[in-house]
């Protein structure tokens, strides 16, 4: 009679750590992005300069293997004719403004830039959960190629930024910096949520960020003829 007691509570204890464990996958909260995941957000991540300079202006992100980059528009406003774009500080590119849309912020670059790029999966906006992980490649500070890890805080932040009232971004927490700006915001399966606006917040360098939702990036990107 006590073995079969034994038993049975040995099994209900196995059910509530399996159920446990599936709870906690489920939520997409712990789970690392692999490298090779890594590795292919940095090989569409580029460094944004002014002229030939070891200091980073801000970040963008490659949209296909033609050398189109988009970026955020304040971050090359007013140097527009003479923004580089590098990958490693060493090499650079001339990049040219084909198309804007300052109501989003947003800006496409042309470069000779040639890299080999797996097709983007967009996320939309109401997929996504606050404490979600997140990621991206920027240049906090002016220091390129920072790999930076955070979390989603709100999911629809309306309001916050007076020069896009109706915009409703996706409010982060520990990837957002100076120099962040324009960079690729990735949830660690490799899902793309967006492009990285600015730092929010009266101290400098909070990390509290607003991103512009994948779904806005795209519509942008099919008004121009463009296709993630």
């Known amino acids: 009679m006590k073995f079969k007691i034994y038993v049975k509570r040995t099994f209900q204890l196995l059910f509530l750590c399996f159920h446990f464990q599936c709870s906690v996958n489920n939520t997409n909260l712990l789970p690392e992005p692999s490298m090779e995941i890594i590795n292919e957000?940095?090989?569409r991540s580029v460094i944004l300069h002014y002229n030939i300079s070891d200091y980073a202006k801000g970040t963008g992100m490659l949209l296909d293997e033609e050398g189109h980059v988009i970026t955020s528009r304040h971050v090359i406003l007013g140097w527009e004719d003479r923004v580089r774009i590098?990958?490693?500080s060493k090499t650079f590119y001339n990049a040219k403004v084909i198309a804007e849309e300052p109501k989003l912020d947003?800006?496409?670059l042309k470069t000779e830039l040639k890299n080999k790029l797996k097709?983007?999966?967009?996320?939309d906006r109401s997929e996504l959960k606050t404490n979600q992980s997140i990621?991206?490649?920027g240049a906090p500070w002016g220091i390129g190629n920072s790999f930076l890890k955070g979390y989603i805080s709100d999911t629809n932040r309306i309001g916050i930024d007076s020069s896009m009232p109706e915009?409703?971004?996706i409010q982060t927490v520990g990837t957002s910096y100076p120099g962040c700006s324009g960079a690729g915001v990735f949830l660690n399966d490799g899902s793309?949520?967006?492009i990285n606006r600015a730092t929010i917040g009266?101290?400098?360098g909070n990390s509290i960020g607003l991103v512009i939702p994948a779904t806005f990036v795209k519509v942008m990107l099919k008004m121009r003829k463009f296709a993630l």
């Open 119 to 123: 097709k983007l999966t967009l996320v």
């Open 202 to 204: 009266n101290e400098p």
């Open 135 to 137: 990621f991206l490649y």
């Open 106 to 108: 947003l800006v496409i």
């Open 86 to 88: 590098s990958q490693d």
């Open 192 to 194: 793309f949520i967006g």
């Open 167 to 169: 915009v409703p971004f």
């Open 41 to 43: 957000v940095k090989n």
